[in-house]
């Protein structure tokens, strides 16, 4: 019923951008927010970008000078453009959805971005 498809993720040398999407299909309930959070093996998940259905943001402090969050709501998508990345930026990026109640939360399976230095 819900499925979130994340792609933009790959190898990139310090300095360099990429830009995630995650296209949410969602056919029971309406999306509230929209987000991405970032996982190394081992290491707890960390929010690093939300934004709400009326475009509020929320960023990390170690992303919010050089990542930007929209989404389209139209296409239910969501986008991070990430720049001036560093190899600490290094994760596996899953986007997150959520509904108006809190059981409604769902998470992709997740993309790979690796910075080199």
């Known amino acids: 019923q819900v499925q979130l498809v994340e792609s933009g993720g790959g190898l990139v040398q310090a300095g360099g951008s990429l830009r995630l999407s995650c296209a949410a299909s969602?056919?029971?309930?309406?999306?509230?927010?929209m987000g991405w959070y970032r996982q190394c093996p081992g290491k707890q998940r960390d929010l690093v970008a939300t934004i709400s259905s009326r475009g509020n943001t929320n960023f990390a402090d170690s992303v919010k000078d050089r990542f930007t969050i929209s989404r389209d709501n139209a296409k239910n998508t969501v986008y991070l453009q990430m720049n001036s990345l560093k190899p600490e930026d290094t994760a596996v990026y899953l986007c997150?959805?959520?509904?108006?109640?809190?059981?409604?939360?769902?998470w992709g399976q997740g993309t790979q971005v690796t910075v080199s230095s």
């Open positions: 997150n959805v959520k509904g108006s109640t809190w059981y409604l939360d769902y």
């Open positions: 969602v056919n029971t309930f309406s999306i509230n927010a």
